[in-house]
């Protein structure tokens, strides 16, 4: 196992923390500034000094881009407000479209960004482990983590049926009709393995007696340490303070 970097060595509850106190701030600031001046720099910062500010960075870009410009569009286009900012052919961008185009934007990054930082800089293991000890049952912890486990594995799963389509001779490269061709033959062969790896589950599962009500000993013990603590404290005065100051002042 590989050394990790401080963030990723923090307790998985007290980053869970930081993140959602993230996203309500960005959620609840007034205007788009505090989500691409604040919120987005520091997140990439974080990334940074945790070392994946390029693994960070391709998977926000690949998760928000088809979002974010979908959303600008819609917004930007079919605003029922008759103002145009700028037009180009049959394209007229509405004023007041775009400026809602760009504050909800900036409340996706802050939502899925420090999300994403969380997860990108969590083992699963030690987060489940962190749930468990919370007294979340051992069935809905792994339920969790089965569920954030989904979309890899079939990822995964996915390009072992293609590179085995591809061994047999079938083409799955090329243009856009070629690629169609080849994604339904490789459903039925994705949904057998999928079920079939269930199934080695609940019978390794029952092996391990997942099923005994008896207290489980784990063999990595991930313990919160002060600097835990701290942070989640901090974060939830900055997030105290902050809704006192956009709510009350």
């Avoid at 995964?156 to 061709?181: D, F, P």
Wanted: net charge positive.
């Amino acid at each position: 196992m590989g050394k990790r970097s401080y963030l990723s060595n923090l307790y998985p509850i007290s980053k869970l923390i930081m993140a959602i106190v993230l996203a309500i701030i960005g959620t609840l600031s007034e205007g788009y500034l505090v989500g691409y001046v604040v919120i987005l720099p520091l997140l990439l910062f974080l990334a940074f000094l945790d070392g994946k500010l390029i693994s960070y960075f391709r998977k926000m870009y690949g998760m928000l881009l088809f979002l974010i410009i979908t959303i600008f569009f819609i917004k930007a286009l079919f605003h029922p407000t008759t103002e145009v900012m700028f037009s180009f052919w049959i394209i007229n961008i509405k004023t007041q479209g775009f400026y809602e185009a760009v504050d909800l934007i900036a409340v996706i990054i802050s939502i899925a960004g420090s999300l994403l930082l969380f997860f990108e800089t969590t083992d699963l293991e030690d987060f489940m482990i962190a749930l468990v000890k919370l007294k979340m049952p051992y069935t809905g912890a792994y339920v969790f983590l089965s569920t954030l486990q989904i979309i890899p594995f079939m990822a995964k799963r996915s390009k072992v049926i293609m590179q085995a389509q591809m061994a047999r001779g079938i083409e799955t490269e090329g243009n856009l009709m070629v690629r169609v061709k080849a994604f339904f033959p490789m459903i039925s062969p994705l949904i057998i393995s999928s079920i079939t790896e269930i199934e080695d589950k609940v019978i390794t599962l029952e092996s391990r007696a997942f099923s005994v009500g008896r207290k489980r000993v784990f063999l990595v013990e991930k313990k919160a340490e002060k600097i835990d603590y701290l942070i989640g404290i901090t974060a939830m005065i900055i997030l105290i303070g902050f809704i006192i100051w956009r709510y009350v002042r």
